[in-house]
């Protein structure tokens, strides 16, 4: 079993910064991807940025140059750290992890989701 913890979420004017935390703990042998992903009021889940155990990026266009996905492997905890936020940036942010588990097996967990709210 795999639990994710995700903290940093908040309401920012446009402009601000935030950053955002997920942290996965339990039966962890090693992840291979982690990512986040975004869901505004009506519109689908959409992919925000990913990084791999490699240390291979990937952002969505509308984020480039703005956002910054890092992780810190000893503590399997990825960031997000976003940067001249804009009022489209509001939306609830997922942490999604794959990896396998110490007994061999593989997981794919999601976060619970934090409110990101970006006032105009």
């Known amino acids: 079993q795999v639990q994710l913890v995700e903290s940093g979420g908040g309401l920012v004017q446009a402009g601000g910064s935030l950053r955002l935390s997920c942290a996965a703990s339990?039966?962890?042998?090693?992840?291979?991807?982690m990512g986040w992903y975004r869901q505004a009021p009506g519109k689908q889940r959409e992919l925000v940025a990913t990084?791999?155990?490699?240390?291979?990026?990937n952002y969505a266009d509308s984020v480039k140059g703005r956002f910054t996905i890092s992780r810190d492997n000893t503590k399997n905890t990825v960031f997000l750290q976003m940067n001249s936020l804009k009022p489209e940036d509001t939306a609830v942010y997922y942490c999604?992890?794959?990896?396998?588990?110490?007994?061999?097996?593989?997981?794919?967990?999601w976060g619970q989701g934090t409110q990101v709210t970006v006032s105009s």
């Open positions: 990084i791999t155990s490699g240390g291979s990026t």
């Open positions: 339990g039966s962890i042998f090693m992840i291979t991807f």
């Open positions: 999604n992890t794959k990896g396998r588990t110490t007994s061999s097996g593989t997981f794919d967990y």
